[in-house]
């Protein structure tokens, strides 16, 4: 079965991952987060459950669409400094949920300043393929 682990941060993370003065993130912790990750996805790939993985661009890179009157409307967003927005995400296929579950507790090891890993969050979802998948 596969599932898709996602992984947030703020605004503020992304600041302090490209270097903005102010912010708890050192190079050397953005240099050790960058190691972490490449060796937890090589790990993913050499078992063969990695599917695919990618990191996504600062929230203020956002464009939100939202209906209003029934018209689509374009905003740029959300500019979220203090929320979780989603700032990656992995698919892995792999023998069951409670494997998916231990993938992903593995990123809580991702090195980081403290109240960045205080804050660390991950969903684990299963990827639905078909119509019969829906049955909740």
Not at 49 to 65: C, D, K, S
Not at 99 to 104: G, K, L, S, Y
Not at 118 to 130: C, F, H, N, T
Request: with cysteine; net charge negative; hydrophobic share 40%.
């Amino acid at each position: 079965m596969k599932y898709m682990i996602l992984t947030y941060g703020s605004q503020l993370d992304y600041d302090g991952m490209s270097g903005k003065p102010g912010s708890a993130w050192t190079a050397e912790d953005f240099a050790a987060m960058g190691t972490f990750m490449a060796e937890f996805n090589a790990e993913l790939a050499e078992s063969g459950e990695l599917v695919e993985t990618r990191g996504l661009a600062a929230p203020v890179h956002t464009r939100r669409l939202q209906l209003r009157d029934g018209v689509p409307v374009v905003t740029d967003g959300p500019y979220a400094e203090t929320q979780e927005v989603l700032a990656g995400y992995w698919v892995v296929e792999c023998a069951s949920y409670d494997r998916a579950t231990e993938i992903a507790a593995k990123l809580a090891n991702c090195p980081g300043p403290a109240d960045a890993r205080e804050s660390y969050v991950a969903d684990v979802r299963p990827i639905v393929e078909s119509a019969e998948d829906m049955a909740v």
